[in-house]
């Protein structure tokens, strides 16, 4: 089953009957971008999914050619966060053309180019300098930012953090290789390794589902880029 058909297959349990206009439309955007915060924070913080991710984040650079680096499974979960707009009665054209304006704000916040904007549009609004920070492997920007279109979303969850010290882009264990093939499935390898080497079933299903850098027995603070 395609992701259109899915979508319309799900479109038919709608709760509400929405009616498409440019408000419902701006809401269904709001929402769109709300649905990828949680989408894209989940990439981060369960391994099976940032094996993919993980590409988008090897660059050592910062450009907009950063934006067209997709994992095997990049386009896959998207569907599972953006289906609860379908199901609540948004029509999927409308669902589906929010999401493309929600990915194509972010094309634009991939620059070295511009500096902090003013401060009532850095507080509001996703800007270069907040997704500087995302992509930074300091140990104080890991896990941040995490926002599409609007900010609001990290400063209300609490994962919000200010450029301020220089950003040093890609991963906390590089991959070292300009290889298209290894850039491509570093992630899955990495965490194929990492699973094969950990003892026990239980512990193994810790490692593919639990975040990066995961542990039996404790919690780690092990940096999230890392894997």
Same mark, same amino acid.
């Given at each position: 089953?395609?992701?259109?058909? $899915? ?9 509400? %009957? ?5 408000? $419902? ?7 769109? %971008?709300?649905a990828y915060y949680w989408e894209h924070r989940f990439m ?5 999914? *940032?094996?993919? +991710?993980?590409?988008? +984040? ?6 907009? !050619? ?7 499974? %990049?386009?896959? *979960? ?18 589906? &053309? ?6 194509? #704000?972010?094309?634009?916040? +991939?620059?070295?180019?511009? !500096? ?12 270069? @300098? ?5 992509? =930074? ?8 930012? #995490?926002? =599409?279109?609007?900010?609001? *979303? %990290? ?14 882009? =890609?991963?906390?264990t590089p991959i070292n290789s300009i290889n298209p093939i290894?850039?491509?499935?570093? =992630? &899955?390898?990495?965490?194929?390794? !990492?699973? /094969? ?16 850098? /995961?542990?039996?027995?404790?919690? @780690?603070?092990?940096? $999230?880029? !890392?894997?």
């Amino acid at each position: 089953m395609s992701v259109l058909s $899915t979508i319309y297959y799900a479109f038919q349990f709608a709760i509400f %009957d929405i009616e498409i206009n440019w408000i $419902t439309i701006l809401i269904c955007v709001v929402l769109a %971008d709300l649905a990828y915060y949680w989408e894209h924070r989940f990439m981060h913080r369960v391994n099976f999914a *940032w094996a993919t +991710h993980t590409v988008h +984040h090897s660059s050592p650079f910062f450009n907009i !050619s950063v934006a067209y680096r997709f994992g095997p499974l %990049d386009s896959f *979960w998207p569907v599972f966060f953006h289906l609860p707009l379908v199901i609540l009665g948004f029509n999927p054209i409308v669902v589906l &053309f929010a999401e493309v304006i929600v990915q194509v #704000y972010q094309t634009v916040l +991939h620059t070295e180019a511009v !500096s902090k904007l003013p401060r009532p549009i850095e507080a509001i609004m996703n800007t270069p @300098s907040h997704h500087r920070v995302h992509h =930074g492997s300091n140990f104080k920007y890991l896990d941040k930012n #995490y926002a =599409g279109i609007f900010i609001i *979303w %990290d400063r209300m969850f609490g994962t919000f953090a200010e450029e301020k010290e220089e950003v040093v882009y =890609g991963l906390v264990t590089p991959i070292n290789s300009i290889n298209p093939i290894i850039a491509f499935l570093h =992630g &899955f390898y990495r965490l194929g390794k !990492s699973v /094969w080497k950990m003892n026990g079933f239980k512990n193994k299903l810790g490692v593919a589902f639990g975040p990066p850098g /995961w542990k039996p027995s404790k919690k @780690s603070n092990y940096p $999230t880029k !890392s894997k």
